[in-house]
């Protein structure tokens, strides 16, 4: 099955300690990206990545860091998890096509404490 | 900078029609696209205007005019499982493939 899987899909941590959320697709995208969801504010762009080796600042990037060092997986770290990043955090993926419809993970709520 | 525009509820009756507006001012443009998204699920793919007109599929219809920076989602005989929250996102602004998105609309459909 066509999927893009995160984990965990809830995490509850304590300020300033280092976590990953992976990021994997079977459907050989180039096209990948983070995005967080607060009440209010709709789905903001962390980072992106066009291709292997190719990242990029989205809208919301501070705090967070990517790689892409393989086509299929683009984890999201967070190096000193604070309070304000507590949210949903979804990844998505999508190659250039006729519609760029994109798909997204089941999405990972994070607390920070 | 970037900005999307929709409003952030909109009410109807089961069997109505109802338009979701989008307005978009971004530096880039390459397309405008529309997603759903049900309470704890994640956000899924509608549709996706590249040029001005009307695209429809199914009961759901999408609209561009490019030189009004204006689209909008259509919604046709509307049903209870409906209710959602509908977002724009742009393709294209700041020249990326990556879609920047809307704060969404929640349609609440009513017996």
């Known amino acids: 099955e066509a999927q893009v899987t995160q984990n965990p899909r809830y995490l509850i941590t304590v300020t300033g300690k280092k976590l990953t959320v992976t990021c994997s697709q079977n459907m050989n995208h180039e096209y990948m990206s983070w995005y967080r969801q607060d009440p209010g504010l709709g789905l903001r762009q962390i980072y992106y990545?066009?291709?292997?080796?190719?990242?990029d600042k989205g809208d919301v990037p501070e705090g967070y860091k990517v790689s892409r060092k393989e086509k299929r997986n683009f984890p999201l770290i967070l190096e000193s998890p604070s309070p304000n990043q507590t949210s949903l955090y979804f990844c998505a993926s999508s190659s250039p096509g006729r519609d760029y419809g994109y798909t997204f993970g089941s999405g990972t709520r994070l607390t920070v404490v | 900078g970037q900005s999307l525009e929709q409003p952030s509820e909109v009410t109807a009756v089961e069997g109505a029609i109802v338009q979701i507006n989008c307005t978009y001012q971004t530096s880039g443009f390459y397309g405008l696209s529309w997603y759903q998204q049900h309470d704890g699920g994640a956000p899924t793919f509608l549709s996706y205007?590249?040029?001005?007109g009307l695209e429809e599929t199914g009961r759901f219809s999408s609209f561009l005019s490019r030189s009004d920076s204006y689209g909008y989602l259509l919604l046709q005989e509307l049903q209870m499982k409906d209710s959602a929250s509908y977002f724009c996102?742009?393709?294209?602004?700041?020249?990326?493939?990556?879609?920047?998105f809307g704060r969404g609309t929640s349609l609440i459909v009513h017996p």
């Open positions: 990545s066009m291709n292997v080796e190719v990242t």
């Open positions: 205007n590249g040029l001005d």
């Open positions: 996102a742009v393709i294209g602004a700041k020249g990326s493939y990556i879609p920047t």
